[in-house]
């Protein structure tokens, strides 16, 4: 699939996500059955209270608040309800699942009689139905007045029993199709997309992408833990420990996003020191949630501040890492806000959500995760795409910068050939015998002497000129230095006079000064496989130059049999 079609699929996908999450988040409350007052009113008992004498009897004052210490039993009543069971098809209440050491329900009907609901609470849960506690209400034509809560140990500055919900059986298993089918497509997504960049690292191996990949897998953690699939990974699991596994799975979330910034961004876009304390931070918060999921209950206020700090000095160090990097000018971060603004302004507000300073809650909140989540893994597939693009046209760019300072490097400035370092490189090591053509132009210092210097080199410029156009293919010309070119070839595709047809095309080329100019040439033939034979390569053909200076000149001699 070529670049345009992979963008259009992507959006394709974007667009079919946007449009479950919004039905699923906009219409989940369509079949919620009867809609009750969010907090109930909350209040504690003396030890030993009896709960049916207190949903018959409800004692003031009604705690609006929620405040629920660590120890002390309390109470959540719901009343003014007119819930009725149809035959066949009872009543579930369910509310939002809290750490605590119990939980029980009760339940009372218009003519007064209190029935407790039949299931315990690590029983009330419903995997993939998110978050939640079903209690089954006991059937009764009288129809539901009022709803107790009882709980001991709770651990949640939030408030107990929160989103509650009276509904039948049947609209709870219609909502909770609902969420298995978006969850499906969320959790397939984001499976396919970990397996393309876990493929794409294997190709180019480019750190960024198995930290992404990295990153990748907290974010399917996280999923398989709030979604409720946890339940069937590993039986037996209390709801206190998978809120635990959730909060492990959101620390190491947040902190690996800055793992993946730091090595997708330029190296020196964010200042060493900011990246140390962000990464501390993250840190603290994953041990804390580690250490929490271990069973220290005992400290669990002081283990959420440490979470929930951690959480939000790591995203307001992400916020700086990203600006630092835009002052910067860093190309890579502006693709990292693209894909992870909304992730990280989700992050901040459910953090805010945890710690009491937003008391919005529905089921969006459930669903929200996986489009957050989903929704970013494609924003970040485009911003990897870019990423690379641009990280190979810098590679291209630095590849030809290094072509051209080698090429320079090689090349001599004045002619265009070889010079005699890259002459030597080419030469030793050719295997088969070579011949070898040293020529030297007659009488050059007088060339220079007469007319200047400038003459001169436009003298050499024609002689290179010449010698490459009569040489044949595959030939070696170079100026080894001053006014002494040479040309290397394989003996077997030499032809048997170019010497000498080399030296009759120079003295009757027309030169750039009025005057004549020959040249005398030095040939040898033999092998240059090391430097050693080189050497003695060389050495012929210059003894043969020599000779051809000395029979006087603007001839060609061989080396002596």
């Known amino acids: 699939m070529n670049a345009g079609g992979g963008l259009m699929l992507r959006l394709v996908l974007f667009g079919v996500f946007a449009m479950l999450f919004a039905s699923i988040g906009g219409g989940a409350y369509a079949q919620d059955g009867t809609r009750i007052d969010a907090h109930g009113c909350a209040f504690y008992a003396p030890l030993g209270a009896d709960p049916r004498t207190i949903i018959a009897t409800p004692p003031p004052p009604c705690n609006k608040a929620v405040e629920q210490p660590q120890g002390r039993i309390s109470y959540v009543l719901f009343t003014n309800l007119s819930g009725r069971a149809r035959a066949g098809d009872p009543l579930e209440f369910s509310f939002r699942e809290a750490r605590a050491d ?3 329900v009760y339940f009372r009907y218009a003519d007064g009689l209190i029935a407790a609901a039949p299931t ?23 129809p539901l007045v009022a709803v107790l809560v009882q709980a001991k140990g709770y651990e949640n500055g939030v408030g107990l029993a929160t989103r509650p919900r009276l509904a039948t059986r049947s609209q709870n298993l219609v909502r909770s199709a609902e969420y298995y089918l978006v969850y499906g497509l969320f959790g397939g997504a984001m499976i396919a997309i970990l397996a393309y960049n876990l493929m794409l690292w294997r190709a180019l191996r480019y750190r960024f992408i198995m930290t992404y990949c990295l990153l990748g897998s907290t974010m399917l953690f996280f999923g398989i833990s709030w979604s409720g699939l946890i339940f069937y990974l590993i039986p037996g699991l209390s709801i206190n420990g998978q809120i635990a596994f959730n909060f492990l799975a959101y620390s190491l979330i947040v902190a690996t996003v800055p793992v993946f910034l730091f ?25 804390a949630s580690l ?18 700090g951690g959480i939000m000095v790591t995203l307001a160090c992400i916020a700086t890492s990203i600006g630092f990097a835009l002052a910067r000018h860093s190309l890579a971060v502006r693709y990292f806000i693209i894909a992870w603004t909304i992730p990280l302004a989700f992050a901040a507000y459910r953090t805010m959500w945890g710690v009491g300073l937003v008391a919005r809650d ?3 909140m459930d669903v929200s995760p996986f489009g957050v989540m989903a929704l970013e893994m494609l924003l970040s597939a485009l911003g990897i795409g870019a990423r690379i693009r641009a990280l190979r046209d810098e590679r291209d760019d630095a590849q030809a910068m ?33 011949r070898l053509i040293l020529i030297d132009i007659d009488r050059f210092k007088t060339v220079n002497d007469r007319f200047g210097h400038e003459a001169g080199d436009w003298v050499l410029v024609e002689m290179a000129r010449l010698l490459r156009a009569n040489s044949p293919p595959g030939a070696v010309v170079g100026r080894l230095g001053g006014e002494e070119f040479a040309i290397l070839l394989p003996a077997e595709d030499a032809p048997e006079r170019l010497g000498e047809t080399l030296l009759l095309t120079i003295a009757y080329a027309p030169m750039p000064v009025r005057t004549k100019i020959t040249a005398s040439a030095g040939e040898a033939t033999g092998p240059c496989t090391s430097e050693a034979e080189w050497r003695l390569l060389y050495n012929k053909a210059d003894a043969a130059l020599y000779a051809a200076k000395a029979d006087g000149r603007n001839c060609l001699r061989r080396e002596a049999a």
């Open 102 to 104: 119990f939980q029980h």
């Open 120 to 142: 315990q609470r690590d029983d009330a849960v419903r995997p993939l139905s998110p978050n939640d506690l079903y209690f089954p209400v006991p059937y009764r034509t009288e």
């Open 263 to 287: 090595s997708f961004v330029e190296a020196k876009a964010i200042p060493a020191r900011l990246k140390t304390v962000t990464l501390i931070a993250g840190q603290i918060a994953v041990v």
């Open 291 to 308: 250490v929490r999921l271990a069973g220290f209950d005992a400290i669990w206020r002081l283990l959420d501040a440490l979470t929930y």
């Open 362 to 364: 529905g089921p969006i």
């Open 402 to 434: 290094r072509a051209m300072l080698q090429h320079l490097a090689d090349t001599d400035s004045l002619t265009g050939l070889s010079n005699r370092r890259a002459f030597l490189d080419q030469a030793q090591g050719r295997p088969g015998h070579q």
